[in-house]
């Protein structure tokens, strides 16, 4: 089982964030947080070496792993033991098994995202456009 602990949350004054998109260059992965109350934020990983969104419907093992800390919506955490970091060794032949890489799961309203990273997320206000 893995272990979920809560890093980050609230990231504006609103507790319900959907995944509003996501944006892919070459130096880092931002994924756009936007509340109902249409703010927005971006969660930025320089150094994604992977990610995998998921519909939160679907995502049972991860909610039953997680509902002991009880994330909820519009949380970011890290795991200790998670299966997508245990598929991302397996894919990669264990090449980065030093343990400089970190598991992290974001929670929005209908989606969940797997997050494989060397660096620490930071978050940035984003304009409302």
């Known amino acids: 089982m893995a272990n979920y602990k809560t890093i980050l949350r609230n990231f504006l004054p609103d507790d319900d964030y959907d995944l509003a998109g996501i944006v892919d260059n070459a130096i880092d992965v931002t994924f756009v947080l936007e509340a109902k109350n249409g703010g927005k934020v971006g969660v930025v990983f320089n150094g994604a070496e992977a990610y995998c969104k998921i519909n939160e419907s679907y995502a049972f093992a991860v909610w039953d792993d997680a509902a002991k800390n009880s994330p909820g919506c519009g949380a970011l955490t890290i795991v200790d033991g ?26 929005a309203i209908d989606d969940l995202v797997h997050v494989i990273s060397s660096e620490p997320p930071t978050v940035k206000p984003l304009s409302a456009d």
């Open 82 to 107: 998670g299966d997508f970091m245990d598929y991302f060794h397996l894919q990669s032949r264990g090449i980065h098994k030093d343990g400089h890489l970190k598991h992290y799961v974001l929670f």
